[in-house]
């Protein structure tokens, strides 16, 4: 819809998954318009997306957001040695 809370207290939430999330939802006619995107935080977003698209080993950029937290780089470079691993760091950083 746009909007945002607006610093105005949560009205109900919804809890999930045991109690381990969290939703809160607020009143539609206490809220406030979006803020809009300043070329800032589009600069910070685009840095922050290229971040996770990048494997931080062979240093290549694909298309999509790479499982960072489960694999800690892209799904080539997890298949790889330990030593072929610090081969491949020692050749991307040169």
Do not use: N, W
């Not at 045991?18 to 300043?38: C, D, I």
Request: aromatic share 4%; proline share 7%.
């Amino acid at each position: 819809m746009g909007l945002r809370p607006g610093g105005q207290a949560v009205a109900a939430q919804v809890v999930c998954r045991g109690g381990t999330r969290v939703g809160h939802l607020y009143p539609v006619a206490g809220a406030k318009p979006v803020r809009p995107m300043t070329p800032a935080r589009a600069l910070a977003l685009a840095a922050a997306m290229k971040a996770r698209m990048t494997c931080p080993i062979c240093k290549v950029t694909y298309d999509f957001c790479l499982p960072l937290r489960s694999l800690g780089s892209c799904l080539l470079c997890s298949e790889l040695s330990d030593e072929e691993r610090e081969q491949l760091a020692t050749l991307a950083a040169a």
